[in-house]
């Protein structure tokens, strides 16, 4: 009778736990309650760990610091050693990079510069693989989960292509830009490259980021220059991409 009275109290106390889970996170075989689908917004937030904001290095102006555009492109194009693969990085996501992206091209501040003033007279989308919200580059568009490690085939690229589609209107010519923190910052490596799977033809890897960016930002209001406003990011659908000087 001992026996079968303690058996009874562990069937009873599993049962009790398994309809506190289902209460907690739904029933068995469906979405939790705290689960969102992927496009609950228009395009799904960031779905995997990155570095956070404070442990990443942070440009300061001042001495060590390149003191021209020409020495900060030196320093964007340094090379790490770490050899270029066109196949998404599935490591940690902040390390040493590649200095060239195949199927793309790497572009440097010197160069990122004149597109973002409009200088080049061309449309660029420019996507912001980070998602610091204290800081983006000029009327970015939030792309995070572009970043996701996986496979061409998976999820994230059908949604990426979806979003592409609608930013560029299906202008596989436009200039993508995809930008992270620094050379030590893999993410927007791995966006650049499902774009590149995507067909895009002139995918720019900013390689430099923030880093790079700030550094710049800090010489030209040093020498009295009119930097470009950081202005707030670029919303899905308000491009106005997909006409201009781009013919397929």
């Known amino acids: 009778m001992r026996t ?59 001495a060590g610091n390149p003191a021209s555009l020409d020495q900060l492109e030196a320093w964007e194009r340094q090379d790490a050693g770490v050899r270029a693969s066109s196949q998404l990085h599935n490591g940690p996501m902040h390390g040493p990079t590649p200095n060239q992206i195949p199927g793309g091209q790497v572009i440097t501040t010197k160069g990122l510069l004149p597109l973002i003033q409009g200088g080049a007279g061309v449309p660029v989308l420019v996507l912001d693989v980070l998602g610091n919200p204290q800081m983006q580059l000029p009327n970015a568009a939030p792309a995070v989960f572009a970043a996701q490690p996986g496979d061409f085939n998976d999820t994230v690229q059908q949604q990426f292509g979806q979003m592409l589609m609608q930013l560029t209107q299906g202008n596989k010519q436009v200039p993508i830009v995809t930008y992270c923190q620094g050379p030590q910052c893999w993410m927007s490596y791995n966006a650049a490259l499902r774009a590149i799977a995507l067909g895009y033809r002139n995918v720019l890897w900013y390689r430099g980021g923030l880093e790079a960016w700030q550094q710049a930002m800090s010489q030209m209001a040093g020498v009295g220059g009119q930097p470009p406003q950081m202005g707030p990011q670029q919303n899905p659908g308000q491009s106005g991409f997909g006409g201009g000087n781009f013919n397929e």
């Open 4 to 62: 079968s009275g303690a058996r009874g109290s562990v069937v009873l106390a599993t049962a009790m736990l398994g309809l506190a889970a289902c209460d907690r996170f739904g029933a068995p075989g469906t979405p939790g309650q705290g689960q969102q689908p992927a496009f609950q917004q228009q395009y799904p937030q960031q779905q995997f760990q990155q570095p956070p904001f404070a442990q990443q290095p942070q440009a300061q102006p001042g």
